[in-house]
C-alpha cells in the first residue's frame, strides 16, 4: 500500500516557477515508478512526466519538454515535480501516482494515486 500527497501547487505568472512535492508513504515506494498526471476544467487527464524506481529514466509529455523536471528520493520517499517557464495552458489540478508495472505515459495502469494540487498560471 503506498498512500501519496501533493503539495506546492498555487497562483503563480506566466513565466514563472513552482515546485511541487509528493510524499509517500509506504515500505515499498521505491519499487514504484512514479508519474505526474494534470486535468484542466472541462478536459480529460493527461500524462506530465513519469520517473522509473531507480530514477535512472524520465519520461515527458512534449508539452512540457525542457520546461518541467521531475526527480524522485528514495531516501525521503518524496517525489518532485519541477515547472519552469509556467504557461496559461499549464493550469491544472496535478496529481502524483505510482505504479509497479506497465506503460508510466498511461494514467490506466496506475495503482494509487494522490488527491491533487491546483495550479494556476495567470498571464
Known amino acids: 500500500q503506498v498512500q501519496l500527497v501533493e503539495s506546492g501547487g498555487g497562483l503563480v505568472q506566466a513565466g514563472g516557477s513552482l515546485r511541487l512535492t509528493c510524499a509517500a508513504s509506504?515500505?515499498?515506494?521505491?519499487?514504484?515508478?512514479m508519474g505526474w498526471f494534470r486535468q484542466a476544467p472541462g478536459k480529460e487527464r493527461e500524462f506530465v512526466a513519469a520517473?522509473?524506481?531507480?530514477?535512472?529514466?524520465?519520461f515527458y509529455a512534449d508539452s512540457v519538454k525542457g520546461r518541467f523536471t521531475i526527480s524522485r528520493d528514495n531516501a525521503k520517499n518524496m517525489v518532485y515535480l519541477q515547472m519552469n517557464s509556467l504557461k496559461p495552458d499549464d493550469t491544472a489540478v496535478y496529481y502524483c501516482?505510482?505504479?509497479?508495472?506497465?506503460?508510466?505515459?498511461?494514467?490506466?495502469?496506475?495503482?494509487?494515486w494522490g488527491q491533487g494540487t491546483q495550479v494556476t498560471v495567470s498571464s
Open positions: 509506504g515500505r515499498t515506494f521505491s519499487r514504484y515508478a
Open positions: 501516482a505510482a505504479i509497479l508495472y506497465g506503460d508510466p505515459s498511461d494514467g490506466r495502469g496506475y495503482d494509487y
Open positions: 520517473i522509473s524506481w531507480s530514477g535512472g529514466d524520465t
